[in-house]
């Protein structure tokens, strides 16, 4: 019961600062409704982080760099989660303040120019809010200054206080992002759709996935199925193979699982001897839960036999215990001379809309 209480309190304090966050957007000016405010701009992936240089510079900023900056696993070559850009809050204009993604730090013990403008974007009541209780650090809220704007507040009494909180809570933080992130990349991906191919795999196989508009089904197998965008500079491929489960040899090893089928399934029809395989580098294997279901989630990189094309790839295996069927899906990108990041977030999108069996009732 204490904890509950706890956490209902805590509740209730993070919806107060809400309010507070809020009021103090408005800051006395001319009220905006949504469909008057511009539109939310800038690139995917794209981060601006909003406070005082000199702490940007220091402790403080290494910490936010490692939790929204660090390299993706698994690409080829070393990309971060996301593209941080810091602003000094004395500079932040309206072009500026119609980012899609913001991340506003304030702490309380310091007192340069740049940390008492950060105070503004803030109520008196909120800060004596942060001052009274150190267990909030964070609050989100949405097109405070654009449509389709999210922004995350990070605040704390101190330096040093804060610092902690975004180490234990780095996973948290960045995936706040992360699920945005994909949820833009769906809106975007989803706007059209191939929804014959949708059906022929249902009716066929008894599991579908939300294939975006241009994808081919390129390969429609008792126990394969293919589809695939092609582009003159890139291409982008979604692949299921699926088998009654009768092993749990997928699980042991999915790297090796993986080679069984594609130097099977995946060789060129004009070169049978070129097939494709991974490339001899670690990969990173991790249980997940994928939609609602355990699964070994893979990333890695991937490369044809005869060494004439390579990339990233993301796979997860799983068991439909309704069809008692394993399934391995994979995500995988050909995109030379091109960053790869945002193919994969495609990628992991399409595979998460992946139903199959009872799902589909």
């Known amino acids: 019961m204490k904890k509950l209480t706890s956490q209902i309190n805590t509740g209730l ?23 008057y405010l511009p539109e939310a701009r800038g690139a995917d992936g794209v981060i601006l982080v909003v406070m005082d240089s000199a702490l940007w510079a220091d402790s403080l900023g290494a910490e936010l760099k490692k939790t929204f900056a660090n390299p993706i696993p698994g690409l080829p070559q070393d990309e971060p989660y996301f593209t941080i850009r810091q602003i000094n809050p004395l500079k932040l204009n309206d072009i500026l303040k119609a980012a899609k993604n913001m991340i506003f730090v304030t702490t309380l013990d310091q007192k340069s ?16 809010k942060i001052q009274a209780d150190s267990s909030i650090y964070r609050f989100s809220n949405q097109d405070a200054y654009a449509r389709g704007q999210e922004i995350l507040h ?27 992130e994909k949820r833009r990349i769906s809106e975007t991906l989803f706007k059209k759709e191939e929804k014959g191919t949708e059906r022929i795999l249902e009716n066929d196989h008894g599991f579908t996935f939300r294939i975006p508009y241009g994808y081919d ?15 003159l ?31 099977k399934k995946m060789r ?27 699964a070994k989630e893979t990333r890695g990189l991937w490369k044809l036999s005869d060494i004439s094309g390579g990339g990233a790839f993301v796979s997860y295996v799983f068991v439909d215990e309704s ?8 995500g995988y990108a050909y995109a030379p001379s091109k960053d790869k990041r945002e193919f994969m977030r495609e990628m992991e999108v399409i595979l998460s809309t992946f139903k199959s069996g009872e799902e589909l009732k």
């Open 154 to 180: 990070l605040f704390g009494q101190s330096q040093d206080q804060l610092i902690a909180k975004i180490i234990s809570n780095r996973t948290t933080l960045r995936n706040h992002f992360l699920t945005i």
């Open 217 to 231: 089904l390129a390969k429609n197998e008792k126990d394969f199925v293919w589809v695939r965008f092609l582009d």
């Open 323 to 330: 069809q008692k069927r394993i399934y391995y899906l994979e």
């Open 113 to 128: 120019r740049q940390s008492n403008a950060m105070r503004h974007f803030m109520t008196d009541e909120s800060l004596k």
């Open 13 to 35: 304090i993070i919806f107060f600062l809400g309010l507070l966050f809020s009021c103090s957007q408005e800051n006395g000016k001319q009220k905006k409704t949504k469909s």
């Open 268 to 294: 060129d029809v004009e070169k049978p001897d070129v097939y494709m395989t991974t490339q001899d580098v670690p990969h990173q294997v991790q249980e997940v839960n994928f939609n609602g279901k355990y």
């Open 233 to 263: 500079e890139y291409e982008k491929n979604v692949f299921v193979y699926f088998v009654p489960y009768t092993s749990k040899e997928a699980f042991d090893d999915p790297v090796e699982y993986r080679e069984t089928i594609t130097s």
